[in-house]
T-cell receptor, first 113, second 117 residues
């Protein structure tokens, strides 16, 4: 099982550039989400989706856009990259049942210069 | 809003000994889920153990066990017979149980565990 796959693993962007972080899962999980991890901050929720066509904002959504056209994919778009978006980004998925845990991708380290 | 506090930024333990990582949380909900995740240098987030708040029995997974004190809102992780491979950052996380508002995992800031040979 591939589980949750994120691409790329590393990325350097210039301020103002846009890009899309890819996330795909092959476990047929209904729920998918994006988190960012900053030093000393733990992980914080950016956006999440409870199924295809349904997305909602998390704790830190500004500067990011998402869509969920299929169950498998949940891309995260940076509209105009800023140095404050330098972080490690994690995609996670889980089954809809209440007592299930989230499975995480391996993360994308993004640097905005 | 729910919060999760890990008061120990760093801990160390000798190989084969036992260590306890602390976690407290704040919530007004009566039903929720608690998790401990391990993050080794590879960056991968790995679930260590989980606890459903409605269960009184403490969860156990091999050398890992929790001390869940619901009234005190405390959820500590005990690692027995520590191994070098246990060295990692450990995150405590909370998730509410209500559909639609429950997708958010709230994380603590983490505890870096060092295992000395």
């Amino acid at each position: 099982n591939a589980g949750v796959t994120q691409t790329p693993k590393f990325q350097v962007l210039k301020t103002g550039q846009s890009m899309t972080l890819q996330c795909a899962q092959d476990m047929n999980h209904e729920y998918m989400s994006w988190y960012r991890q900053d030093p000393g901050m733990g992980l914080r929720l950016i956006h999440y989706s409870v199924g295809a066509g349904i997305t909602d904002q998390g704790e830190v959504p500004n500067g990011y856009n998402v869509s969920r056209s299929t169950t498998e994919d949940f891309p995260l778009r940076l509209l105009s990259a800023a140095p404050s978006q330098t972080s490690v980004y994690f995609c996670a998925s889980r089954r809809e049942l209440m007592n299930t845990e989230a499975f995480f991708g391996q993360g994308t380290r993004l640097t905005v210069v | 809003a729910q919060t999760v506090t890990q008061s120990q930024p760093e801990m160390s333990v000798q190989e084969a000994e036992t260590v306890t990582l602390s976690c407290t949380y704040d919530t007004s909900e009566s039903d929720y889920y608690l998790f401990w995740y391990k993050q080794p240098p590879s960056r991968q987030m790995i679930l260590v153990i989980r606890q459903e708040a409605y269960k009184q029995q403490n969860a156990t997974e091999n050398r890992f066990s929790v001390n869940f004190q619901k009234a005190a809102k405390s959820f500590s992780l005990k690692i027995s017979d520590s191994q070098l491979g246990d060295a990692a950052m450990y995150f405590c996380a909370y998730r509410g149980s209500y559909r639609g508002g429950s997708e958010k995992l709230v994380f603590g800031k983490g505890t870096k565990l060092t295992v000395n040979p």
